[in-house]
């Protein structure tokens, strides 16, 4: 049986009762008429609780184990992928992944976080939070795709960069701010999807880009709502207010003007389809890779330059 979360349970006793049916099925045919008004009902169930998901709700979703990953979409979307490694300054960080290969005809240079998903992956992972070497590698792999004049894909899904002090002794700031910085002025179109949960610093060291997309149930924020709630009230469990204050779902962003497009996710999440969300999401970058084809990259640049700028609202306060 799939992972169930809290909202999720209305789900659970009639998704058993389908399987149990099942067996019945194949020589009873009020067992079948059966199972088709229930599953009918599961489909009513379903839309219900997920058109009125708070973004608590939405962080559970973005959170889900199961949630297809970066590894998941460069299987299903890049052809002929070859991963490359290391930063060629101290070592390979395994929370990032990266290589070339070819999107629709076109070769791209795709790099993403990549949380894992068994125990012993999601630690070789680190949980999906880069050290220093995890964003230098992506920037010399956005750098060797700027040499060769390929767009770049980045696929965001992090609760953050890693805190630890080795992570701070090898400039984990520095390697952030640098980031920001080169991806700011990339000589090359770039793709920024968030495909599960966009933590921080840590996700916008790749989230730099010309078109910013959010897949329907993912959430983007400058820190995680326990992060958040006990900072403001010393108590992560309100993290659920934290959430809602936050603004940090893809329909709050796509209204504050910070991403361009909502992607959506099949129903119950793109973990219920991966392959119908990858297809989806593949067809989603494609035509926005088509906007940006034949720009000047002065153009480009420009255009990405003031995409950021005009983000936020700025003010002075008059004091007497």
Sequence with gaps: MRDYLEFEKPLIELEEKIEKLRSFAKTDALAQREIEAIEKKVQQTQADIYSKLNPWQRTQLARHPNRPNTHDYIAFMIHDFVELHGDRLYGDDHSIIGGIGIFRNRPVVIIGHQKGKSVKERIDRNFGMPHPEGYRKALRLMKLAEKFARPV????DTPGAYPGMGAEERGQSEAIARNLYEMSRLAVPVITVIIG???????LALGVGDRILMLEHTIYSVISPEGCAAILWNNSAKAPEAAEALKITAKDLLALGVIDEIVPEPAGGAHKDPPQTAETLEKTIERRLGELDGMKTDDLIEQRY????KMG????????
């Design 153 to 156: 894909i980045t696929l965001i």
């Design 197 to 203: 949960e966009g933590g921080s610093g840590g996700a």
């Design 306 to 309: 003031q995409k950021f700028k």
């Design 313 to 320: 609202v700025f003010g002075e306060d008059i004091v007497p």
